[in-house]
C-alpha cells in the first residue's frame, strides 16, 4: 500500500458543485500539503498544516478550504468548483525534523471542471 | 523570501548524451535544496538533495548535481541519457516557514 493515498484518482465534476478530495498517509508525519500542478507553472501551494490545530493558507487558497481530521488525514474541498481549477492536485507529507527533509507524495488526483 | 528558477521549460537530448537540467535559487537563509522527477501519470519522486553536508549530491537513476553557492545554482547532470528518463524535473526549496516552493518544471524530452 502507499504511504500518501489520495482518492479519488480521477474526476469529473459539474460548475457550481462541491468537491471534496482526500489525503490519508501511513507515514506518522505531521506535516501535510495540498499543491496544485498546472502545465508551465509547476506545483503551487494551496493549503498546509503542521498539525491537527495548525492550518496554513499558501499562496494560491482562494476559492478552496481544507479539514485535517486528523493526524493522518487532510482533505481539501472547492466549495464552488469552476472551469479554472481544473487542475493536478497533489497531497504530500513530510516529517517535522527539519528543512532538510524531503517531502513525499501522493499519486495525484486529476479534476476536470465543466 | 525563497524561490527557484528553472532554465528550459523543454530540454531535448540524444539517447546517450550529457544531461543537464538547470536551477537557480534565492534565498536568504542557507538553503536546503531538492531535485524531483515525475514519470507522466505519477507523483513526484526525490532524485536527490542537498542539505549543506556535501556540494556534489549523487541521486538515484545515476543523477547528481551540484551547488555552487557563488552562482546561486543547483544543476542537475547525468552523464548518458536513457529513454527512461524522459519525465519532467523540479528543483525544490525548503523555505524559511517549512514550506517546499518548486521551480516550474522541465520536460526532458529523449531522442532515440
Known amino acids: 500500500d502507499a504511504d500518501v493515498t489520495q482518492t479519488p484518482r480521477n474526476r469529473i465534476t459539474k460548475t457550481g458543485k462541491r468537491i471534496m478530495l482526500e489525503c490519508s498517509q501511513t507515514?506518522?508525519?505531521?506535516?501535510m500539503y495540498w499543491y496544485r500542478q498546472d502545465p508551465g507553472l509547476g506545483l503551487r501551494l494551496i493549503y498546509y498544516?503542521?498539525?491537527?490545530?495548525?492550518?496554513n493558507k499558501g499562496e494560491i487558497s482562494d476559492g478552496y478550504s481544507v479539514s485535517r481530521q486528523a493526524q493522518a488525514k487532510f482533505s481539501l474541498s472547492l466549495e464552488s468548483a469552476i472551469p479554472n481549477q481544473t487542475a493536478l492536485y497533489f497531497c504530500?507529507?513530510?516529517?517535522?525534523?527539519?528543512?532538510?527533509?524531503?517531502?513525499?507524495f501522493g499519486q495525484g488526483t486529476r479534476l476536470t471542471v465543466v | 523570501a525563497q524561490s527557484v528558477t528553472q532554465l528550459g521549460s523543454h530540454v531535448s537530448v540524444s539517447e546517450g548524451a550529457l544531461v543537464l537540467l538547470r536551477c537557480n535559487y534565492s534565498?536568504?537563509?542557507?538553503?536546503?535544496l531538492f531535485w524531483y522527477v515525475q514519470y507522466p501519470n505519477q507523483g513526484l519522486q526525490l532524485l536527490l538533495k542537498?542539505?549543506?553536508?556535501?556540494?556534489l549530491v549523487k541521486g538515484i537513476n545515476g543523477f547528481e548535481a551540484e551547488f555552487k553557492k557563488s552562482e546561486t545554482s543547483f544543476h542537475l547532470t547525468k552523464p548518458s541519457a536513457h529513454m527512461s528518463d524522459a519525465a519532467e524535473y523540479f528543483c525544490?526549496?525548503?523555505?524559511?516557514?517549512?514550506?517546499?516552493?518548486f521551480g516550474k518544471g522541465t520536460r526532458l524530452h529523449i531522442l532515440p
Open positions: 504530500a507529507t513530510r516529517s517535522r525534523t527539519g528543512r532538510n527533509t524531503e517531502a513525499f
Open positions: 507515514k506518522g508525519h505531521d506535516r
Open positions: 498544516s503542521f498539525d491537527v490545530k495548525d492550518i
Open positions: 534565498s536568504s537563509v542557507p538553503p536546503y
Open positions: 542537498y542539505t549543506s553536508a556535501a556540494t
Open positions: 525544490a526549496v525548503s523555505d524559511s516557514g517549512d514550506k517546499i516552493i
